[in-house]
């Protein structure tokens, strides 16, 4: 079980967060299943209720070094879609996560997977993944009839520079309806690359982790009457939308229990790709012990138009801080890569 | 006649070359093929590897995931591993959840159905070896990063050293029938060095029975009881836990109280605390490698006694 408390202070008029929130608790639930399957539940506690984040069959002793999921799942969009928020390196998620990819919940859906690494030359690690879901994904994909699935593509590359030091490179994919309905579609193109670096002698005391994920949004609409940025009816401004947004991020682990980062957000809005967000963070975190973490995050956004309608349009800067105090319960899991 | 005769062998030559062509083709594809059915082990640490290949010889491939100067419970669960993984006929773990963090997303996310829990090819060592440290009645993590079935740094004694590569040679036998009388013979040769070697370190570590020592994490239960070591106290104040003013002002006055001058640290800790306790107590800090390629020329499992020991002599008799 993981706790995620997190507190905010500071002026943001954009998106407000409450001064004080529970904001998820975590229960995992994992376990052999047979010899040949393995099963995975994430279930979520939140303000508005109880979520099913993931639950999982996972078919680990399939022929062809296939490994094959069915269930609900986060999609293997990107790097942060895939990550729950316990092992997020900010308390947030980026601008562009928000934006173009479902934000939290993210593209989190039922459907099924399939994953094989690839052959390679020597000591270079290839995978593709390949994933079919019902079309239903937070404000990304809505399933309006049976025929309506989304899919997913990620093809993962990694390398060993040294013995300290690897990265990891993906591209991803993905293709659903949104919600105009049946004719209407949604793609998502991803690139996202990793540098991490790690003294394999200081393992527990040093540590760099650098990271950028840059998304591309192209969203049918509804032709229309030409709006305004920011004051088009329900924030939609009409025909396609080509939106772009990234994030890159810096984390250095400068002793065994601290952390320091940075992250630079930019991001188009899906509805309308006139609009920009724009974002920085600076990020502290003490880890009092492996099942505990402390972490402030200072976040400066400057939104370019609200997203209610009927507010004025316009930029609004926000300046916040936050603190999160995050806990595990339970038995040691695994530790993220 | 003779074209008929002529005929008949350029057929022959033909066939033989076609046949020749498809075996070298076969070979240039599947490598594996050519290299006489070797069993690919992988283990999860250096040490287990050195004892796979000590009683599999030359009919195992074998390779390790964790370095020996790395910490095990933080090996990081890089795809490049899964490289390894995927092909492994055998795969050999500590267990105890020692490498909880980072094993079990490695054999799950390998497509490799021989090495998942439970199959043929997965072999907790654990079973075989002498447990330390079991925790008896209720475990918090109020007591730190305990592990609930017994402390995981069994391979330290060289007891459990041969117990584990009997099990070892056993499960490679199992897996390679043909071979097993030759695992079987490797282990028997093994286990006579093995003894010869325990006579002379047991003789050389005599003089030092019942020496009080510190160490920094809980890695040297098996190896203290083995070689007579009296641990009196740990840097870290609870398993896992970085060690934190007070208690070392506390461990400063026990190694006072008690007139304990060596404390053994392994490779991948800091030195800065064990340095400053040593400063005020006369003592001495002794990095000695927990782990087979914790340090350069310790290369095998003898090889990790004979560096060990040769440095707790030394630093025993400069403390005298």
């Known amino acids: 079980m993981i706790g995620d408390f997190i507190a905010t202070t500071g002026r943001n008029r954009v998106v407000p967060a409450p001064v004080l929130e529970m904001h998820e608790s975590e229960l995992g639930v994992q376990a052999i299943i047979d010899p040949y399957a393995r099963g995975d539940f994430f279930l979520s506690f939140g303000e508005e209720g109880v979520n099913l984040e993931e639950g999982y069959i996972t078919f680990t002793a399939l022929p062809g070094g296939i490994v ?58 290839l995978e593709a993944t390949g994933q079919v879901f019902r079309g239903d994904a937070s404000d990304v994909f809505k399933n309006s009839q049976r025929r309506d699935v989304s899919v997913v593509g990620h093809l993962r590359g990694y390398g060993d520079i040294s013995e300290s030091t690897n990265l990891d490179l993906g591209i991803s994919y993905a293709r659903g309806h949104n919600d105009f309905g049946s004719t209407f579609l949604t793609n998502l193109y991803g690139v996202d690359a990793t540098l991490r670096y790690k003294p394999l002698r200081r393992a527990i005391y040093k540590s760099f982790v650098g990271r950028g994920e840059f998304i591309w949004s192209q969203r049918q609409q509804p032709a229309g009457i030409p709006c305004a940025v920011g004051a088009c009816d329900s924030g939609i401004a009409p025909n396609f939308q080509r939106a772009f947004g990234f994030y890159t991020s810096a984390d250095y682990q400068f002793a065994r229990r ?50 209610e309608t009927g507010a004025p349009p316009g930029k609004d800067d926000a300046h916040e801080l936050l603190l999160q105090l995050q806990f595990s319960l339970g038995a040691h899991g695994a530790h993220p890569f | 006649m003779e074209h008929t005769h002529f005929r008949k062998r350029e057929i022959m030559i033909i066939t033989s070359a076609w046949r020749a062509a498809v075996l070298v083709a076969a070979i240039l594809l599947f490598p594996s093929f050519a290299a006489a059915k070797k069993l690919n082990v992988v283990t999860s640490t250096t040490d287990l590897a050195a004892l796979t290949q ?9 390779e390790a995931i964790a370095k020996g100067y790395q910490d095990p419970h933080f090996v990081e669960a890089k795809p490049s591993f899964l490289l390894k993984l995927k092909n492994a006929d055998l795969l050999v773990s500590v267990g105890l959840d020692l490498e909880i963090g980072w094993l079990p997303p490695l054999i799950t996310q390998s497509g490799n159905g021989r090495i998942q829990p439970g199959a043929n090819g997965y ?117 896992g836990i970085p060690p934190s003013p007070s208690h070392t002002i506390d461990l400063i006055n026990l190694m006072k109280r008690e007139n304990v001058k060596v404390m053994l ?56």
């Open chain 2, 54 to 62: 000590e009683v599999g010889g030359d009919k195992v491939n074998v």
């Open chain 1, 258 to 307: 601290w952390f320091v980062g940075g992250r630079l957000d930019r991001s188009g809005r899906a509805r309308d790709a006139r609009i920009k967000d724009d974002g920085t963070s600076i990020v502290l975190t003490y880890w009092p012990s492996e099942f505990a973490q402390v972490r402030g995050q200072y976040r400066f956004t400057r939104y370019g138009a609200p997203f």
């Open chain 1, 68 to 125: 094959a999921k069915g269930g609900k799942m986060r999609s293997a969009f990107g790097k942060v879609n895939t990550l729950h928020n316990h092992v997020l390196p900010w308390i947030d998620r980026p601008l562009v996560s928000n934006n173009l990819v479902g934000g939290e919940d993210g593209i989190d859906d039922a459907g099924f997977s399939v994953t094989r690494i690839l052959p390679a030359p020597k000591s270079l690690f």
């Open chain 2, 265 to 320: 640290i392994e490779p991948y800790f800091d030195l800065r605390t064990p340095n400053s306790i040593a400063s005020q107590t006369g003592g001495k800090v002794l990095v000695m490698t927990p782990s087979v390629g914790g340090e350069k020329g310790v290369e095998d499992y003898f090889k990790l006694f004979d560096y060990d020991l040769g440095l707790l002599k030394q630093a025993f008799d400069s403390v005298k």
């Open chain 2, 123 to 239: 072999l907790d060592a654990s079973q075989f070896a002498e447990i330390l440290e079991i925790p008896q009645g209720k475990v918090t993590r109020a007591e730190g990063d305990v592990h609930p079935l017994g402390n995981p740094h069994y391979w330290l004694d060289p007891d459990n050293g041969r117990r584990l590569a009997k099990g070892i040679a056993g499960k490679l036998g199992e897996l390679d029938p043909n071979d097993s009388a030759y695992f079987q013979q490797r282990f028997a040769d093994f286990d006579k060095r093995l003894s010869d070697a325990e006579k002379r370190w047991n003789a050389e570590m005599a003089p030092y029975h019942g020496s009080k020592v510190v160490t920094y994490h809980r890695s040297w239960p098996n190896f203290a009881k083995h070689f007579g070591l009296d641990v009196v106290g740990y840097v870290e104040p609870r398993p």
